[in-house]
């Protein structure tokens, strides 16, 4: 059964750092790219970030770049999401996503657009405020 779990949301003062871990179960991450996603209430669904399994690239959204970071750790089927200097707009729920990619293909041509994403964990609650 594939499944992704997110976890490591929280509360956190603004400013501060949270790291979200995304666990897969029933399928390897070595065919996959993994991306992470967050919906604030009323909001789209938005890509944050990306990862490939082919070549290890990543790929960030510019809403987040320079204060978010992921990466994975292929052996223990888990990728991370680093997020720092938080504020209260990065207040939502956070998904991690995968897509099945072509041998070859970098984050960046993986893209972030969910409905190209095939599996999808629960969210996890990610809460900025003093």
């Known amino acids: 059964q594939v499944q992704l779990v997110e976890s490591g949301g929280g509360l956190v003062q603004p400013g501060g750092s949270l790291r979200l871990s995304c666990a897969a179960s029933?399928?390897?991450?070595?065919?996959?790219?993994i991306g992470w996603f967050r919906q604030a209430p009323g909001k789209e669904r938005e890509g944050l970030a990306s990862i490939s399994s082919t070549d290890g690239s990543s790929y960030y959204a510019d809403s987040v770049k320079g204060r978010f970071t992921i990466s994975s750790d292929n052996a223990k089927d888990t990728v991370y999401l680093q997020m720092n200097s938080l504020k209260p707009e990065d207040t939502a729920v956070y998904y991690c996503a995968a897509r099945y990619i072509a041998l070859g293909a970098t984050a960046q041509t993986m893209g972030l657009i969910p409905f190209e994403f095939d599996f999808w964990g629960q969210g996890t609650q990610v809460t900025v405020s003093s």
């Open positions: 029933g399928f390897s991450l070595d065919y996959y790219g």
